[in-house]
């Protein structure tokens, strides 16, 4: 194969960075060293990009072609008119400077994403990097994350340290922590989260990586956010999350307002007078308005905002599984609250 | 975490103070400084979450400022565009971290130069660099893929850079899809009761005497925990409570140690505390003063009784006929009007019955809009002797509507109004002019 490098200039852009267009002739314009781009009045991306082309082959006439990667491709097909995208794959097709466009992106239904004048002028050449490991080859994958080659340190720390790394990927515990996060997930990135916390608990009187770590650091990475956020909550908080979930058994429609909620509380405080304590409306109202800003509940899109705030339908976002679970761990709970929680007062 | 064989870290001399500087953090901080600490490779990108006032700021400030590392802390809701934000950055680099005084040319107007400046940076710069961002929940506003360049830092730019955000918002509400990549998730749950006493007699400005503050800071958590976790919060009511706590034993009354007595002292300053939590009434001089006029001063607890606001709000006679009209014409259903207006009752009228449940429902999903016809109708019905004619009724419909007890809507050329005002508000002004509402509300009629 003859030797190609240095007869070829390569330019990057990224979808994240260039977020239009004109940015992107700009980013084009540095990268290939063509001066004022920038002074030059923009008319049409074409003509401009034409003229970069120009001044680039003027001023380099040894380099026979240039190779664009567009990373995040995706992103550039959200581009006004997706004029950039035109212009690249035109000029891929016209003998005068040759250029060639890689695009690199994660998503699989790209093509449905371009404009047909785009996809035709494409040369529908797509390099598919799948990648799905068995359960042995994931395996494999964290024994080799693990380890540490050889590369100039003592032979006898180095063996000793990747037989504890074989002991422990055959760990009964461990194999089952992989398994659950396989099943979930066939993402490297969280396999490498996973094994965050236990590398950097080494120290020295820690020198080895226990299984016991590796299953801290598993009940680390699930948790469930909301039912921690409702056992944060305050005990009037949390009743009005029990008032919600009833009013939505109770009706057809799942949506309600705040006079629905201080009706169904009130019911509760009324029957259970001696145990609870009763708390006037402005205050009951404030904890409603704490309640969505922890985005446990929802204004419903179609909401008149002018309507005043006791009047706005609001969805619940908290399922009844995760209530049952926060009460369970929530510390000191009133008994009246929990039973109320398991026996709705029918009116 | 296990803390068994990590307590070496804990008593390192110069990591030591932040134990007792943040209190009740333990496993939170031990977990961030061995990330931050770990001596072998950069610090991964971390985001911090938990319920408002949970000592997130204030952990991550205290750990960088001990830990002496090259910082900036950058608060979300000051930037309003992506620009200002991008300046903010580079001017807190150029004097928090490189120190250097002199305002060198602080604007970067795109991502792409933006970068470029850091790569600069990193360059010249050995050690890491640490980007802390308050209320990140703000950034998607500002620049829909900034959060995914900023969590791609250490790929587009150097590893060195760590960023951390801290929000109010769990990571699934705020990550944009696969771009964006997941860092460290530290959760910071709500403090319990007995870290909740720790913190406040800290932080609060009490007596002297140890065992009385912790004596009062339970009594009061007792009462108020109930209702309000808030950790800002409970410091101001603890703190504002307080005076009236130690006031007998300031006047000898009580001794400190008969806890007791003090407690049924205090007991009645708290029934109308409870009944006040979250709403701040404030005690300025000229307030003061205004408000003696209107309600009973208590001259005993300086505290004001509650105010409604009913009596600050002046109304003509017409404009609360025509306010009740309007309250009417919101909360009744069209169908019904012609069964309360009518005179005689006829008994070949079909009389609309509604079952109890989606009277209810009505009534509580709030008021609905209605035309000006509807209102001035009723107006007319309610008020039974004749109008004179010098009174301009649309006028004082529009004094209605700017004083937002009336909201207007003009939606397709059609005009509709609609009733802003509580059910308590409405019946305090009806008893004002001696007219009974109820009977004209079909959620409290019979049928």
């Known amino acids: 194969m003859a030797d190609t490098t240095g007869k070829f200039v390569q330019v990057n852009l990224n979808g994240l960075i260039q977020t239009d267009d004109k940015l992107a002739l700009l980013s084009i314009g540095e990268q290939l060293e063509v001066e004022d781009v920038k002074e030059r009045p923009i008319k049409s991306f074409g003509e401009t990009f034409a003229y970069i082309l120009e001044s680039f082959k003027r001023a380099n006439p040894e380099k026979n072609s240039i190779l664009l990667v567009l990373d995040v491709f995706d992103l550039f097909a959200r581009h006004r008119n997706q004029s950039l995208l035109y212009n690249l794959f035109d000029t891929c097709q016209s003998a005068n400077l040759p250029i060639t466009v890689i695009g690199v992106t994660c998503r699989l239904d790209v093509l449905e994403l371009l404009e047909k004048r785009v996809k035709s002028r494409f040369s529908h050449r797509q390099i598919y990097l799948l990648h799905s490991p068995s359960f042995d080859q994931y395996v494999a994958i964290f024994k080799s994350l693990l380890k540490i080659e050889n590369k100039g340190h003592k032979l006898t720390h180095l063996k000793w340290w990747n037989d504890h790394i074989e002991k422990l990927a055959s760990d009964g515990s461990v194999v089952d922590i992989l398994r659950r996060l396989f099943d979930y997930s066939k993402d490297l990135r969280l396999l490498k989260s996973l094994l965050m916390m236990p590398v950097c608990v080494i120290q020295q009187s820690h020198p080895n990586i226990a299984p016991d770590d590796i299953i801290k650091s598993c009940k680390h990475i699930v948790k469930d956010y909301k039912v921690l956020l409702l056992q944060g909550l305050s005990v009037l908080e949390l009743s009005l999350i029990i008032a919600m979930k009833h009013l939505s058994d109770k009706r057809r429609n799942s949506t309600f307002t705040f006079e629905m909620v201080y009706q169904e509380y009130m019911q509760f405080v009324l029957t259970k007078s001696q145990l609870v304590e009763k708390f006037p409306r402005p205050v009951i109202f404030k904890a409603y308005e704490r309640l969505i800003d922890t985005a446990l509940i929802k204004p419903l899109s179609h909401t008149h905002k002018r309507l005043q705030k006791e009047y706005w339908q609001m969805s619940l976002l908290v399922q009844p599984t995760q209530i049952a679970e926060a009460l369970q761990k929530y510390p000191n709970c009133p008994t009246s609250v929990m039973q109320w929680a398991l026996n709705p007062i029918h009116s | ?447």
């Open chain 2, 1 to 447: 975490m296990d803390c068994d064989h990590l307590t070496e870290i804990c008593f390192k001399s110069d990591i030591a103070p932040i134990f007792s500087k943040v209190l009740c953090r333990k496993e939170q901080l031990m977990q961030l400084l061995l990330l931050v600490d770990s001596g072998c490779s950069y610090c991964p990108n971390v985001f911090i979450y938990g319920q408002a006032s949970t000592g997130k700021t204030y952990t991550v400030e205290n750990l960088m400022q001990i830990l002496k590392l090259p910082h900036i802390f950058i608060n979300c809701l000051e930037s309003q565009s992506d620009r200002q934000l991008y300046r903010h950055i580079r001017k807190s680099i150029t004097y928090e971290i490189l120190q250097v005084t002199h305002d060198e040319n602080n604007y970067s107007d795109t991502l792409d130069n933006f970068l470029k400046y850091l790569k600069d940076l990193t360059m010249k710069f050995e050690k890491s660099i640490f980007m802390v961002f308050d209320n990140a929940d703000l950034i998607t506003n500002l620049n829909s893929t900034f959060l995914s360049v900023l969590l791609s830092l250490k790929e587009l730019v150097n590893p060195k850079i760590t960023v951390f955000l801290i929000s109010n918002l769990p990571w699934e509400d705020l990550s944009l899809g696969v771009n964006c990549r997941q860092p460290f998730l530290q959760f910071f749950p709500s403090y319990r009761k007995e870290e909740l006493v720790t913190i406040l007699n800290r932080s609060c400005k009490l007596s002297d005497n140890e065992q009385f503050n912790i004596v009062y800071l339970n009594e009061i958590l007792g009462v108020f925990l109930s209702v309000c976790r808030d950790l800002r919060e409970l410091n101001y009511l603890a703190q504002k409570y307080y005076f009236f706590y130690q006031k007998p034993v300031n006047s000898g009354e009580v001794q400190i140690s008969e806890t007791r007595i003090l407690w049924t002292h205090f007991r009645s300053h708290l029934q109308t505390a409870l009944s006040k939590i979250y709403l701040r009434e404030s005690n300025s001089f000229q307030w003061d003063k205004m408000n003696r006029r209107y309600a009973n001063y208590n001259d005993d607890t300086k505290e004001l009784s509650n105010l409604s606001t009913l009596d600050r709000i002046q109304l003509p006679l017409y404009s609360k006929y025509l306010l009740i009209a309007a309250y009417i014409a919101s909360y009744n259903p069209v169908a019904a009007d012609r069964k309360f207006m009518k005179q005689v009752k006829s008994s070949r009228s079909k009389v609309l019955t509604y079952s109890k449940s989606r009277k209810m429902n009505d009534w509580l999903s709030g008021p609905k809009q209605f035309s000006i016809e509807r209102i001035l109708s009723i107006f007319h019905h309610i008020i039974e002797d004749d109008i004179p004619t010098n009174i301009n009724i649309f006028a004082q419909i529009s004094s209605l509507v700017s004083l937002q007890l009336i909201s207007k809507n003009s939606d397709d050329n059609y005009l509709t109004y609609m009733c802003l005002v509580t059910f308590d508000f409405i019946r305090s002004i009806s008893k004002s002019i001696q007219f009974d509402i109820r009977p004209y509300l079909s959620n409290f009629s019979g049928s």
